[in-house]
């Protein structure tokens, strides 16, 4: 069945740097976009940046860029962020998402979620 697990969440300075990664099975990983996600206490989830198959950003939110880069490796059926220069408002659960078709029906995908704490 189709699996996203993220990982590499944790609790960071401003200013400081963390690397989310996402495992994805189940699916062609290679043949799909990937997206990270994330969702702050009290606020709608947003999306954070896509990656195309062949490992071109398409998107990054306004309030990333310069900051976060989103990347793949196709041969490990992983994906990344890594993030720099963190602040407080990144604060948030991260998500990596697929919008996947399984037995005909098409739908999106979510893992369980990483916690990225910017405190100091």
């Known amino acids: 069945q189709v699996k996203l697990v993220e990982s590499g969440g944790g609790l960071v300075q401003p200013g400081g740097s963390l690397r989310l990664s996402c495992a994805a099975s189940?699916?062609?990983?290679?043949?799909?976009?990937m997206h990270w996600y994330r969702q702050a206490p009290g606020k709608e989830r947003e999306l954070v940046a896509t990656v195309n198959a062949a490992g071109d950003p398409l998107y990054y939110l306004d309030s990333v860029k310069g900051r976060f880069t989103i990347s793949r490796d196709n041969a490990k059926n992983m994906f990344y962020l890594q993030m720099n220069n963190l602040k407080p408002e990144d604060t948030a659960v991260y998500y990596c998402n697929a919008i996947v078709t399984v037995h005909l029906v098409r739908g999106p995908y979510w893992g369980q979620g990483t916690q990225v704490t910017v405190s100091s």
């Open positions: 189940g699916f062609m990983f290679s043949s799909l976009a």
